[in-house]
């Protein structure tokens, strides 16, 4: 599966951005696409994730009311739109796909090339 993430870009605090991330490839492999964000010196960290079959959602505590997740299965296109958005939230966002549910990293085996979200105050 190949993924291109895009949407990224500069916002005051308090703003919104939509990140989408297209998948093409052999997609019928993937359960469930997510979002993971890293910022400067921190480790990656889980974000949001959608299953392709029945739309299932499940978010960090961190975005849970601000973000939303969502995929257009005719379209192989996941989104992710985030509402009230805050400096701690500047990161580069990375989408990735798995074959099956969790929140870990090491369980997602394709990955995008990553989106920078800056956040200002």
């Known amino acids: 599966v190949q993924l291109q993430a895009s949407g990224g870009g500069l916002v005051q605090a308090g703003g919104s951005l939509r990140l989408s991330c297209a998948a093409s490839?052999?997609?019928?492999?993937?359960?469930?696409m997510g979002w993971f964000r890293q910022a400067p010196g921190k480790e990656r960290e889980f974000v949001a994730a959608v299953t392709w079959s029945a739309g299932t959602t499940y978010y960090a505590d961190s975005v849970k009311g601000r973000f939303t997740i969502s995929r257009d299965n005719a379209k192989n296109t996941v989104y992710l739109q985030m509402n009230s958005l805050k400096p701690e939230d500047t990161a580069v966002y990375y989408c990735?796909?798995?074959?099956?549910?969790?929140?870990?990293?090491?369980?997602?085996?394709?990955w995008g090339q990553g989106t920078q979200v800056t956040v200002s105050s």
């Open positions: 990735a796909t798995a074959r099956r549910s969790s929140r870990e990293s090491t369980d997602f085996n394709s």
């Open positions: 490839g052999r997609t019928a492999s993937s359960y469930v």
